[in-house]
């Protein structure tokens, strides 16, 4: 019988999705939790590991002898050492695509929070700020329309696809910077007219050699006066101070983010308590449903492994 270990099962589940899903496959393993030392000894004998951000390399697999076969509950493949998995013959499956709606929609409520200013409102009424108004309407936050606003979207592949249509029936013109020219009409531009256009800009690429830290000091400066900044898609593509500083000195109207370079959050994090900036605890791909095929996305790929026609794969396995 294969052994499957899951070493960061409660990045996945607060106990609403159960680990049985993955018995029929073999004998789970799931820890809550694994500490970079506790991992090496428990994926010992593992024949499969699933995880989400654990970091898989030479040094924490170097007593899994018998590991064929890694299935990521992640887009993102970062956090595993693919030329060591080539060299030992180790599968890598990611599960593509699962959080589209979802990371779309946690994108507009953070867009529409800065528009409408809902929560801002909310607390002003509930602190009794509208029983003591001399007017119907308390003209307390600034509020602005979306529909003629230019959004721009750095990356697009299915996500920036959904953010795009999501806008476009609110009104809003839609530019986009990617290494795919697009092919849905939508207009692609590089990046400096990117910066200098947009009133909003979206952040929906992968983290790799050429995103990380794109938006610093220089790319903020460089952007349209006001511009609103968003990132629902990986910490280290932004130099957080660069951000924070930008929202301080007024270059930027304010920033909503759900990744950081380092998750959980480090003490000391640059945009912890900055006026303008909002964030979210990576929260963006985590609703019930989102999760629920997240796991049929798993089990399918570690189906089709068994089955000899893997499905997802991201490397190149030797043998």
Not at 117 to 125: K, L, M, P
Not at 185 to 209: C, K, Q, T, W
Not at 274 to 281: K, R, Y
Request: with cysteine; aromatic share 10%.
């Amino acid at each position: 019988m294969l052994t499957i270990v899951l070493p960061d099962w409660q990045t996945i589940t607060n106990g609403d999705i159960s680990s049985d899903i993955f018995t029929p496959y073999g004998r789970v393993v799931p820890y809550s939790l694994s500490t970079p030392e506790q991992f090496i000894d428990r994926v010992a004998e593992a024949d499969i590991i699933l995880c989400n951000k654990t970091v898989l390399d030479e040094k924490s697999l170097v007593k899994a002898k018998n590991l064929k076969y890694v299935g990521l509950f992640a887009t993102g493949y970062n956090n595993v050492d693919l030329p060591y998995a080539d060299a030992h013959g180790i599968t890598v499956c990611n599960a593509g695509s699962y959080s589209t709606d979802a990371v779309a929609q946690h994108t507009f409520a953070l867009i529409l929070e800065h528009a409408s200013r809902v929560g801002e409102y909310n607390t002003f009424v509930q602190g009794g700020g509208w029983l003591r108004s001399p007017t119907f309407s308390p003209f307390v936050c600034p509020t602005l329309e979306l529909a003629g606003k230019t959004l721009g979207l750095f990356g697009y592949g299915h996500i920036g696809q959904a953010v795009a249509k999501i806008a476009k029936a609110f009104g809003m013109r839609v530019i986009v910077h990617t290494r795919t020219a697009p092919t849905d009409g939508s207009e692609a531009v590089d990046f400096e007219r990117l910066l200098a256009e947009s009133d909003f800009i979206s952040v929906h690429a992968p983290l790799n050699e050429q995103s990380y830290r794109k938006f610093d000091a220089a790319a903020f400066a460089a952007c349209k006066a006001g511009a609103y900044f968003v990132n629902t898609a990986r910490g280290p593509i932004v130099d957080e101070k660069a951000l924070a500083d930008a929202v301080r000195n007024g270059q930027l109207s304010g920033a909503a983010v759900d990744v950081l370079h380092t998750e959980p959050m480090a003490a000391g994090c640059p945009l912890l308590g900055v006026a303008g900036i909002t964030l979210t605890p990576h929260v963006a791909w985590a609703p019930f449903e989102t999760r629920t095929r997240l796991m049929g996305i798993v089990c399918d790929n570690l189906q089709n492994w068994l089955d000899g026609r893997p499905t997802n794969v991201v490397n190149h396995p030797k043998g």
